[in-house]
């Protein structure tokens, strides 16, 4: 039985692996180890890979609060969404934390539920918490509110054109969007297309309102208010919408719902009322959400790569942490074409 000073080997604690050890594992200096791990360093793909497959060889975990002494930085930055549990929104998150995770970073997500008061009381926790940006995905705070804070931080904000110092804008055009939808139905030979919106104290919502109305009038279709009922970017919220528009006794062939969400609530009032879709009524949603190519039947919407809008938001913060000016970006729209639409019967 081994004494105390005749321990074997194999009870000794394995020697926690150490910045320096990287960085000769990886065949570079310890100070460009630091500067890649604090997302400063400008080194070669080469080099990039060589210290990340060090660091997984390694299994080697940076101190965050040396780091935070180190280089004035905690590797974090804060989004703020508005539904953690939203499809739409959990696809940018999705890309964002990807990016970010590249760069030794750390997301803290949390949710304003479109309220201006508790997005504010977020941002403020944000700020508490040191994070050395932050991303808001659209949302009802105040544009000035915004402004303030990127006095201290640099900020990336999506689905609203915003200027400023240390303020960069992912804007997305939902009114072409919209249109791209109207025209495809009326291209398919339908006349009276039901509209289903958003709320309409929303930016998005009215942006895509204003592409359906703009798209008739330049077919020289007349607008209905009488077929637009609001919805609330919600399942629930597309099948009462729905359920509205049916009772009202307005005949029509086809229907926009103002996102994907909304459209699946749709397709089920329908189906309860005894319509098909879309022998009966075509149906077209916005966003191309995942599980939009897997309902049945697979619904055709207009396509936005939300988990893309994540990427360049997360790689935008990261540039403005660096101190660069992130590139313009505009987020095109695309229709996708699938079966839940048809030609009019006559």
């Given at each position: ?12 604690p ?25 997302g ?14 060090a ?16 280089g004035?930085r ?14 739409y ?22 949710s ?8 504010r ?24 509110t ?38 495809h ?31 008739l ?37 086809a ?15 329908l ?15 916005f ?22 809008i994540?990427?360049?938001?997360a ?18 729209a ?13």
């Amino acid at each position: 039985m081994p004494t105390l000073d005749q321990s074997p080997k194999s009870l000794t604690p394995p020697k926690k692996p150490t910045l320096g050890m990287v960085a000769e594992l990886a065949g570079v200096s310890p100070s460009t180890v630091s500067r890649i791990l604090n997302g400063t360093a400008k080194v070669s793909p080469n080099k990039m890979a060589a210290v990340s497959e060090a660091i997984d060889m390694l299994q080697f975990r940076p101190d965050p609060a040396a780091r935070s002494l180190a280089g004035g930085r905690t590797m974090s930055v804060g989004v703020l969404t508005q539904f953690i549990d939203s499809p739409y929104y959990g696809e940018a998150l999705r890309g964002m934390e990807d990016v970010l995770r590249q760069h030794q970073y750390v997301p803290l997500f949390t949710s304003g539920h479109w309220n201006e008061v508790e997005e504010r009381e977020r941002l403020t926790l944000l700020q508490e918490r040191k994070v050395d940006g932050i991303i808001v995905l659209t949302g009802r705070v105040s544009d000035q509110t915004l402004l303030d804070i990127a006095q201290d931080l640099p900020i990336v904000v999506i689905g609203r054109k915003l200027q400023g110092p240390q303020v960069f804008s992912i804007d997305i055009d939902n009114f072409e969007g919209s249109r791209m939808a109207t025209r495809h139905l009326i291209s398919l030979g339908h006349r009276s297309i039901g509209y289903v919106s958003g709320p309409m104290d929303h930016k998005d919502a009215i942006e895509r309102l204003e592409g359906y109305k703009r798209e008739l009038q330049e077919k020289q279709l007349p607008f209905d208010p009488a077929l637009v009922v609001e919805g609330d970017f919600q399942e629930s919220g597309g099948f009462r919408a729905m359920n509205r528009l049916l009772q009202s006794g307005k005949i029509f062939s086809a229907v926009i719902a103002a996102n994907d969400q909304m459209a699946y609530g749709i397709r089920l009032a329908l189906s309860n009322a005894g319509f098909r879709v879309p022998d009966d009524i075509s149906l077209v949603g916005f966003d191309d959400l995942p599980h939009s190519a897997f309902t049945v039947p697979p619904l055709t919407t207009v396509k936005q790569s939300v988990y893309e809008i994540g990427v360049l938001a997360a790689n935008a913060i990261l540039q403005m942490l660096n101190k660069e000016a992130p590139a313009p970006v505009s987020i095109s729209a695309k229709l996708v074409a699938r079966e839940s639409t048809r030609v009019a019967r006559v």
